[in-house]
C-alpha cells in the first residue's frame, strides 16, 4: 500500500479536521464509503493510506474495504498528482504511431514510473486510452495542454516550458 512515490504524506491538521467533520456529518447516509472518499480527495488531491485509516475509523468500517473501493475505481488515485499532470494517450491510434515509446522515454526523464509523481511534487505521470485526437496521435497532454506528433525529440523542450 506504499504510494511508489519519494514524497512523504504531507497532510495539514486543517485537511484532518475538515475531513473529520464531513465524515461525523453524513456517516450514517448510506454507501457513504465513496462520496466519502472523493471528498476526501478533493481535500488531499489524492487517497495516502493515513487518509484511507481516517475514512476506515470515522466510519466504522475496515480499512481494507476502504482500501478496495480506493483501488477498484479508476477516479480515485492512490498516489499524489503533481503540480503538473501529464497524461500520454495509449489508446490504438497513438500506440501505434508510437506513444509507447514516448511513455517510456517520459519515465527515463521524470525518473519516475506511471502513476508515480516527482519528489519534488512537479510532475505526475499517467497513461490514459484515448483523449479524442487521433488525427495528432501519438498525443499528451499536460493539465489541459494538448501535444501532438510527438516523436520523442521535443520532450525537454516541453518539460522545459513547466
Same mark, same amino acid.
Given at each position: 500500500?506504499?504510494?511508489?512515490?519519494?514524497?512523504?504524506?504531507?497532510?495539514?491538521?486543517?485537511?484532518?479536521?475538515?475531513?473529520?467533520?464531513?465524515? *461525523?456529518?453524513?456517516?450514517?447516509?448510506? &454507501?457513504?464509503?465513496?462520496?466519502? #472518499? /472523493?471528498?476526501?480527495?478533493? =481535500?488531499? $488531491?489524492?487517497?495516502?493510506?493515513?487518509?484511507?485509516?481516517?475514512?476506515?475509523?470515522?466510519?466504522?468500517?475496515?480499512?481494507?474495504?476502504?482500501?478496495?473501493?480506493?483501488?477498484?475505481?479508476?477516479?480515485?488515485?492512490?498516489?499524489?498528482?503533481?503540480?503538473?499532470?501529464?497524461?500520454?494517450?495509449?489508446?490504438? *491510434?497513438?500506440?501505434?504511431?508510437?506513444? &509507447?515509446?514516448?511513455?517510456?522515454? #517520459? /519515465?527515463?526523464?521524470?525518473? =519516475?514510473? $506511471?502513476?508515480?509523481?516527482?519528489?519534488?511534487?512537479?510532475?505526475?505521470?499517467?497513461?490514459?486510452?484515448?483523449?479524442?485526437?487521433?488525427?495528432?496521435?501519438?498525443?499528451?497532454?499536460?493539465?489541459?495542454?494538448?501535444?501532438?506528433?510527438?516523436?520523442?525529440?521535443?520532450?525537454?523542450?516541453?518539460?522545459?516550458?513547466?
Amino acid at each position: 500500500m506504499a504510494n511508489g512515490t519519494s514524497a512523504p504524506f504531507r497532510g495539514t491538521p486543517e485537511q484532518e479536521q475538515k475531513l473529520r467533520n464531513w465524515l *461525523a456529518e453524513h456517516k450514517t447516509m448510506p &454507501g457513504a464509503a465513496m462520496p466519502a #472518499l /472523493q471528498y476526501a480527495q478533493e =481535500i488531499y $488531491g489524492y487517497l495516502p493510506i493515513e487518509v484511507q485509516r481516517i475514512v476506515a475509523e470515522e466510519l466504522d468500517m475496515p480499512l481494507e474495504e476502504i482500501y478496495g473501493v480506493s483501488t477498484f475505481y479508476a477516479q480515485f488515485s492512490l498516489n499524489p498528482k503533481g503540480q503538473y499532470k501529464i497524461s500520454v494517450c495509449l489508446g490504438t *491510434a497513438c500506440y501505434v504511431k508510437g506513444s &509507447g515509446k514516448i511513455y517510456e522515454k #517520459l /519515465q527515463e526523464k521524470l525518473g =519516475i514510473t $506511471g502513476g508515480e509523481c516527482t519528489p519534488d511534487g512537479k510532475f505526475s505521470l499517467d497513461a490514459c486510452r484515448c483523449v479524442g485526437a487521433c488525427g495528432l496521435a501519438p498525443v499528451m497532454t499536460i493539465n489541459d495542454d494538448v501535444y501532438g506528433r510527438l516523436t520523442g525529440d521535443e520532450l525537454d523542450e516541453i518539460l522545459a516550458k513547466y
